[in-house]
């Protein structure tokens, strides 16, 4: 099949997307379909300190530079008929202290979609993540966000001209997005995602490493971890037809049959995610014919709390009980700050920041200001360790980075060939209704 030039794929990648998060598929999730954006152009925004020989893309007059060495500049123009009016407080300027390290600073341009209503609010909670990470460790560093919308073509516009400006890049944030940069030829700065391609498993560009949240690797090292829990019976794996739901049940069914094990998944619900007492008890007499000995649930809390509630009524009438002789697993997506007792001794991964109050690198930074919910609490996360990463990366060029950051053991391959990234994540277990971490 003829190779599409990048070009190509960009229309095409604006209207298709996908994701690895629980609010993927919701209004304002990183998967939302990218709405007509036909108001004003960006207004100007402070920027970094940058050489004096880059020109500023042909978007209107420079300022004259203010006292505190910064200077004015247009951000490059989104695709025609894809603007919106962002106001330029949208960016902002972290510039280094001038008594820190001699020589020029690190100069990173953060690409968020910070113009696009649908995913600002996650852009913004990756951005305070980026700077309170940056405040704690400021180096000899400067950060200049770039506020894009949520179309691809916009974005690598956006990207050409930073790469063209800045030492390395952070962003973009939405899986379309990640998918369209990596098949260009744009890559040309030390680059790291926020997100996977489309295509998990596809090769990325040299200098792009991809460091994204993703529930289906959850799965697949839950699915590890249940083997190393002695688990060797067949396995129920339970979903609604929601496509986030879809693509962890088949990692986690994937990763158990490549092991050797028996796998089958049951979809049950409505197409927007309702669960029915009637269904659940069909599937439970099936259960009781088929004694799994493992049952993982793709669901998010409530459908799961749901799910095993019924369970457990149905289990109080039988005299040889079904749920004793199930060992229990699930995502991260459980784990929603409730307290949910239907879900006691169910096994799960999570971050340290949202398990670990305690661990040393999540105390070393405060938390968001405001209360932003769960998912959003994850995307800060992911913004702290993305800038961990990026300050690594430009104090070792090449070879493998290992990192106890906030979201997990973090490892990082770059310079040396293809960039590989792998997050191991903590393991708890659901006690009195809440999750605590399970020692090694």
């Not at 993927?24 to 108001?39: D, E, I, K, V, Y």
């Not at 106001?87 to 972290?94: E, F, K, L, R, V």
Request: glycine fraction near 6%; charged fraction near 20%; aromatic fraction near 6%.
């Amino acid at each position: 099949m003829k190779k599409m030039k990048w070009w190509q794929f960009c229309i095409l990648a604006a209207l298709v997307s996908a994701c690895s998060t629980p609010f993927c598929n919701a209004p304002g999730g990183l998967c939302a379909p990218s709405p007509a954006n036909t108001s004003a152009a960006p207004a100007p925004v402070a920027a970094a300190p940058a050489p004096p020989a880059v020109a500023a893309p042909p978007a209107g007059p420079e300022p004259e530079p203010e006292a505190a060495q910064t200077f004015a500049i247009q951000l490059p123009p989104p695709a025609p008929g894809n603007s919106t009016g962002a106001s330029s407080s949208d960016a902002y300027i972290s510039a280094p202290p001038a008594s820190i390290n001699a020589g020029p600073p690190l100069r990173i341009a953060l690409l968020l979609p910070l113009q696009a209503e649908a995913l600002m609010q996650a852009a913004s909670a990756v951005r305070d993540g980026i700077q309170a990470a940056w405040q704690r460790e400021p180096d000899n560093i400067s950060i200049t966000a770039i506020a894009t919308t949520d179309v691809p073509q916009d974005v690598l516009y956006s990207y050409a001209h930073a790469v063209q400006q800045y030492d390395m890049v952070i962003g973009p944030l939405s899986r379309a997005a990640v998918s369209t940069l990596a098949e260009s030829v744009l890559v040309t700065k030390p680059t790291i995602a926020l997100n996977y391609p489309e295509d998990h498993g596809s090769a990325l560009p040299t200098l792009m490493l991809a460091m994204g949240l993703s529930l289906e690797d959850e799965a697949r090292q839950l699915a590890r971890r249940a083997l190393q829990d002695g688990v060797t019976a067949s396995a129920s794996i339970i979903s609604t037809t929601t496509p986030w739901q879809r693509r962890v049940a088949g990692a986690f069914a994937d990763q158990w049959q490549d092991d050797g094990k028996v796998a089958n998944i049951e979809e049950l619900g409505t197409p927007e995610g309702e669960l029915g007492d009637a269904e659940i008890l069909q599937w439970y007499a099936r259960l009781r014919t088929e004694r799994p000995g493992l049952l993982f649930s793709a669901m998010g809390a409530e459908q799961t709390r749901h799910l095993l509630a019924v369970l457990a009524d149905a289990d109080a009438s039988e005299p040889d009980p079904l749920l004793p002789r199930l060992r229990l697993y699930g995502t991260s997506a459980l784990n929603n700050g409730t307290t949910l007792p239907a879900l006691n001794s169910l096994r799960l991964l999570d971050m340290p920041w949202r398990l670990q109050p305690d661990h040393a690198a999540v105390m070393s930074y405060p938390h968001a200001a405001a209360a932003i919910g769960p998912d959003m609490e994850r995307l800060y996360a992911l913004g702290i360790d993305a800038y961990r990463v990026a300050r690594a990366i430009s104090r070792q060029s090449d070879g493998t980075i290992r990192l106890d950051g906030v979201t997990g053991q973090l490892s990082v391959d770059f310079g040396r060939g293809p960039a590989r990234f792998e997050r191991r994540e903590a393991v708890a277990e659901f006690r009195d209704g809440q999750p605590q971490v399970l020692t090694p």
